[in-house]
């Protein structure tokens, strides 16, 4: 495990070397926001990094339903019962299974490790422009139908989910980088992520954030040239 503070912001990563994974413990007041829960073992690190920082977790926001980004919720929900765990409406589809489409959707197969054995289910759901402490959810499908992005007000740190990737260059998800491919074979949508990365663009972020990579600070031009780079390969 490492773990990388920015502001408010703490990155708690995993297998940074070989395929990095990360979640985010959020400052709020006397309390902390998990956003996503990692890997499968990671619920003891991530637990020890909040007892580090020196304050409870007293909410999980998930940014979508992989299995990468729900692989400790089990566990640390066994720890912390009473932890209320937030998703998007439409997410908690895929969080419960349903791999089904809407008809206004791009009906391609959502795509990535949608999760089997979860159990535990998300009791508040959210929209766009609902709040969570500080943060602002922001509505970003692509990589799955109900993929979330978060947005502090106090700072304008975009907690990006895998709406982007910086592992392997700056890249919009499904942006196959054969540095690291991974994101973009679990993206559910191409088509859909570009619109969305647009609409993050429009937010002009100061610090990107995202579930693939390294924190990136003013990254406004690196996000347009990456938009640029998949606008042009989908013609």
Known sequence: MRVIQNGHLFQVSFMTNVFPVNCYLVEEGEGLSLIDAALPYSAKAILRAAEEIGKPISKIILTHAHEDHVGA??????????????????????????????PHEDQTAIKGGVPKKLKTRANILLKEGDRVGSLIVIETPGHTPGSISLLDTRTNALIAGDAFQTRGGLAVAGDFRLLFPFPAFATWSKVTALKSAKKLKGYQPKLLAVGHGEMIENPLKGIEEAINHLEKKLG
């Open 73 to 102: 919720l089990d566990a640390i929900r066994e720890v912390l019962p009473d932890v209320p765990v937030y998703i998007s409406v439409r997410d908690h589809r895929l969080m419960n299974g349903d791999v089904s489409l809407d």
